[in-house]
């Protein structure tokens, strides 16, 4: 697996789940800020995808066994509050893991750079809206902690190491750390804390202490069921996905996978 | 709303129709109907100077009126319109033909918000006007109650949708009221964006595979004519033409904006390798323009009362969207109640950006 397609493919597929919100938002400026969000993503999967092979062949003529998303994005919208937890979890992580590449000098440094201002973005408005919704009224509160609770198992599987991505994505131990120490080994497994690429536990650690932060901000709870349920452990990434995902993939492939050979 | 102050009575009667009045005077009620004559008579002499008439500038009721109306059914007609398109951008079938759709529903929101806000400049909201909008109380395009049936009509909208709007929006630029006009320079600059992209959407198709081909010429057969009557009743049926001609809210006849568009259409269906679903359409030597058939005006009767295809269906989604989105809005304003005082309102981002910079 590339880690260029798991990135790729996280992009994707949440750009997708976003996309369906368009005519549904709650208000009109969400209609724009969803949409701004997915178009951000799908630029940033074009871009991915584009390093592994041609974007709409990997886009439209994979099967879902052979993609390699996080399990989280591929969950269905749910309600504001589902797809504002869902966007929470990820966006953190992502938000992190690209500042983390950026500071690297490896093949995603360039590409993470630019994105990482996206994210931020993406960031920050998933975090506000966890703010005005768990603390905003009784009923907002509680769907709010729904979708937190409900999304929660999924989240373990964003810190398994992705496999290659220590070489291609980054020749430095984690910038956070501030050294410099650079193995750059094609191939390196990437292992927690194994001193190359991404620091996959100091990178949980982040992620935890900053989710921690907005969802006690906001006046709720984190959530304490497992994080990474047995089976789910690294899934998505493996290719092993959630029954709602093959749905979705169908409705996305079907026009392109009806006419053979055609450009559009 | 619409109360003269005696402050713009005053200024009026010193000769000007751009009365800065602060709006909070109370309203006399008592001013002689001599003054009213020459508020009148100065805001005629701004339209005939093609002056722009701004927000705090006295205005008719039924200028005002008139103008809520249509602006208001202009926003919704972007709103409602996103449905349509939104159809589509899960099944879009390349990466950045969908990056294209979604940027194109997303202008749409935007420029429902520029209209709502130049809306609201005449004193009215856009709470009140979504309201009337989900009561059925105001109207959007008719247009957009024909359903998307196959990709190619994402194509057919941009083309000839958006190429109808640009058509009617063009002149509002130069509307007389002010903030209309300026939305509608940036609207129109956009909208011709996606009418591009829907005539190169159209093209790679006719240029494609046979069953490509195939699909852009029936959806083209099938919005041509919901096309043509996005310019309103012929002229001897329009109700408000007149007035608003006067008023220069409108610069040109549903008819005549109608024949300009089919002059537009028929070149541009020749270079894309496509036909025109109308065979009386042909060049009048005499007029200098195309002559084209009859409009078939019982079905747009029938669409504006509510029975056509996706009426019932556009409604229901926007009013769900509406209901459902309720609680959420519900929890920004508790929110905002409780924590925002001016300045802890800006200072919570700002302080956000610094700490992930």
């Known amino acids: ?264 | 709303m619409a109360a003269v102050t005696a402050d713009q009575k005053t200024q009026s009667t010193s000769g000007t129709a751009k009365a800065a009045g602060t709006g909070a005077g109370p309203a006399a009620g008592t001013a002689p109907e001599a003054a009213d004559a020459a508020l009148l008579a100065a805001f005629d002499a701004a339209v005939a100077a093609d002056d722009r008439i701004e927000p705090r500038d006295w205005m008719p009721e039924a200028y005002r009126a008139t103008l809520i109306r249509q602006m208001a059914q202009h926003a919704h007609s972007e709103i409602i319109g996103m449905q349509p398109e939104a159809n589509w951008i899960t099944r879009a079938p390349s990466l950045r033909r969908k990056a294209i759709l979604m940027a194109k529903v997303q202008d749409e929101a935007g420029h429902g918000l520029y209209l709502y806000s130049a809306a609201e400049t005449l004193g009215t909201s856009r709470e009140e006007l979504l309201d009337k909008l989900h009561a059925g109380r105001q109207r959007y395009s008719s247009i957009f109650n024909y359903p998307t049936l196959t990709w190619a009509d994402v194509g057919a909208i941009g083309w000839l949708v958006d190429g109808a709007a640009i058509t009617n929006q063009v002149p509002l630029c130069r509307c007389s009221y002010g903030p209309y006009a300026r939305a509608m320079v940036r609207i129109c600059k956009e909208e011709s964006f996606h009418q591009r992209q829907g005539y190169e959407l159209l093209l790679a198709l006719s240029r494609g595979t046979e069953a490509q081909h195939a699909m852009a010429q029936d959806a083209v057969d099938r919005w041509w004519w919901p096309s043509l009557m996005m310019f309103g009743p012929p002229d001897d049926a329009s109700s408000h033409s007149e007035q608003s001609m006067a008023w220069k809210i409108k610069r040109h006849s549903n008819d005549e904006l109608r024949r300009r568009f089919v002059d537009i259409c028929v070149p541009q269906a020749e270079a894309l390798g496509l036909t025109l679903p109308d065979p009386d359409i042909r060049w009048n030597e005499e007029r200098g323009q195309h002559d084209f058939g009859a409009i078939d005006w019982t079905e747009f009767q029938q669409v504006l009362k509510g029975n056509g295809p996706c009426n019932e269906q556009r409604i229901t989604q926007r009013r769900r969207a509406h209901e459902e989105g309720a609680w959420v809005r519900d929890a920004a304003a508790a929110y905002a109640a409780k924590h925002t005082t001016p300045s802890t309102r800006t200072a919570q981002p700002a302080q956000h950006v610094e700490e992930t910079a």
């Open chain 1, 1 to 264: 697996m590339s880690a260029a397609l798991a990135l790729g493919d996280d992009a994707l597929v949440l750009s997708h789940r976003l996309g369906e919100w368009a005519g549904h938002a709650p208000v009109l400026e969400e209609e724009v800020a969803l949409a701004n969000i997915a178009l951000d993503l799908l630029g940033q999967a074009r871009v991915l995808l584009s390093l592994v092979g041609d974007e709409d062949e990997l886009a439209y003529l994979r099967e879902e066994r052979a993609f390699r998303n996080l399990q989280l994005v591929e969950q269905p919208n749910g309600d504001f509050a589902h797809t504002i937890a869902r966007q929470l979890y990820f966006s953190v992580y992502q938000h992190l893991l690209y500042e983390r590449l950026a500071a690297g000098d490896g093949e995603f440094a360039e590409l993470a750079a630019k994105a990482v201002k996206e994210v931020a973005y993406h960031r920050d408005h998933a975090e506000q809206w966890v703010l005005r919704l768990g603390d905003g009224t009784a009923e907002s509160h509680e769907r709010m902690q729904s979708g937190l609770e409900a999304l929660w198992r999924f989240t373990g599987e964003m810190f398994q190491p992705i496999e290659g991505l220590d070489a291609a994505g980054t020749t430095g131990t984690v910038a956070a750390t501030g050294t410099t120490g650079t193995t750059d080994t094609a191939g390196a497994t990437g292992t927690s804390g194994s001193g190359s690429g991404v620091d996959w536990a100091e990178l949980e650690s982040a992620w935890l202490s900053a989710v921690t932060a907005t969802v006690e901000r906001a006046t709720l709870t984190l959530p304490t069921g497992p994080r990474t349920g047995a089976w789910a452990a690294g899934a998505g990434r493996q290719g092993l996905h959630t029954e709602p995902f093959g749905r979705m993939l169908a409705e996305m492939q079907h026009l392109h996978r009806s006419h053979p050979g055609a450009s559009w």
